[in-house]
């Protein structure tokens, strides 16, 4: 049992390259997310999806696209890489559990991608 | 979701329990208190969460104040392991979602 993975796990863009961040999940999540961290800060989120084939914005969305085609996969893409997306990303995935008196979501994330753009 | 304030950071000694606070006083009646940590460079982990009582669980127990305006994270025997940011977050349960916020959380260092 993988987990959440993350690909790849470093990566150096120039300005205006555009790339694809790669997340995949195994444990059949509906939930899925992507977060970026910057040094010093807390997570913000980017984008979620509830499933597939529905995907929405979190806080920070602008230059980031996703998209949902199946249950375990949940591509970021960056369409024209600048410097202040230098960063740290991470995906996440969580399942949701509304029973007895302590209904839970967790999330579980991946080890994250440290990506630079110079 | 309830904004938390947790102080900046904290030192505890291998071996000891380490005692986290975090204030939560606009909380409402549906909104479950939740904890993470983050190992430097690697992603958050779940620790426990909890709604009125109080939890355990083989990471770690929650103590919750009966008006749960405030609780208390307890690692029972910190290591050096356990050197890492601990966030406290508050929000209802989303069968449909679930958008975590992390604020500045606790800066823990565990020292031999």
């Known amino acids: 049992n993988a987990g959440v993975t993350q690909t790849p796990k470093f990566q150096v863009l120039k300005t205006g390259q555009s790339m694809t961040l790669q997340c995949a999940q195994d444990m059949n999540h509906e939930y899925m997310s992507w977060y970026r961290q910057d040094p010093g800060m807390g997570l913000r989120l980017i984008h979620y999806s509830v499933g597939a084939g529905i995907t929405d914005q979190g806080e920070v969305p602008n230059g980031y696209n996703v998209s949902r085609s199946t249950t375990e996969d949940f591509p970021l893409r960056l369409l024209s890489a600048a410097p202040s997306q230098t960063s740290v990303y991470f995906c996440?995935?969580?399942?949701?559990?509304?029973?007895?008196?302590?209904?839970?979501?967790?999330?579980?994330f991946g080890a994250g991608t440290r990506l630079s753009v110079l | 979701d309830a904004k938390t304030t947790q102080p900046p950071s904290m030192d505890c000694a291998e071996g000891r329990a380490a005692n986290l606070p975090c204030n939560h006083s606009t909380i409402s009646g549906n909104e479950y208190v939740y904890w993470y940590r983050q190992i430097h460079s690697q992603g958050p982990q779940y620790i426990i969460h909890?709604?009125?009582n109080n939890e355990t669980n083989e990471m770690a127990s929650l103590i919750i104040t009966e008006d749960r305006k405030s609780s208390t994270l307890i690692l029972p025997h910190a290591t050096l392991r356990d050197t890492a940011v601990y966030y406290c977050?508050?929000?209802?349960?989303?069968?449909?979602?679930?958008?975590?916020?992390f604020g500045g959380g606790t800066r823990v260092l565990v020292k031999p």
């Open positions: 977050i508050v929000r209802v349960f989303k069968a449909a979602g679930n958008k975590l916020t």
């Open positions: 996440a995935s969580s399942y949701s559990k509304a029973s007895g008196s302590l209904a839970k979501n967790i999330q579980y």
């Open positions: 909890g709604l009125k």
